[in-house]
């Protein structure tokens, strides 16, 4: 891939790309390249940038809210009353941890149930 010599098109797929971190010298410096001499490029790289400090800032928050006890209580019950349903208890009677781990999986969140 030639500097500046790529469309528009292509370019907006390296920079998704470029995200990933996932482009190679030549084609960043494509980009990089066809960016610096398209103003249109240049405001959705922009807008993009923009975009993924907002998510990174958001993911940032998100890691630092810790959820209330009785919620998360209410979770570990609901997660034992779907184990039992699912008869997936030890032989001693008990739930193991494994198996609520296996029904948090579910939640889309396993560390819920480490509070």
């Known amino acids: 891939m030639e500097i500046n010599k790529i469309n528009c098109d292509e370019n907006q797929k390296l920079m998704s790309r470029s995200f990933d971190k996932d482009l ?4 960043s410096d ?5 960016t610096d ?3 249109d490029c ?3 790289l922009s807008e993009f940038e923009q975009l993924t400090s907002a998510l990174e800032d958001l993911n940032v928050f998100y890691n630092t809210i810790e959820p209330r006890m009785e ?10 009353k779907e184990v039992m349903v699912l008869g997936k208890i030890g032989p001693s009677g008990e739930l193991r941890d494994e198996d609520l781990d296996i029904a948090a999986a579910g939640t889309g969140n396993p560390s819920i149930i480490d509070g």
């Not at 919620?71 to 034992?80: G, Q």
């Open 24 to 27: 190679t010298e030549p084609e």
């Open 30 to 34: 494509a980009m990089n390249g066809h």
């Open 37 to 39: 001499e398209c103003p």
């Open 42 to 44: 240049a405001g959705i």
């Open 71 to 80: 919620l998360v209580n209410e979770i570990k019950s609901t997660l034992k």
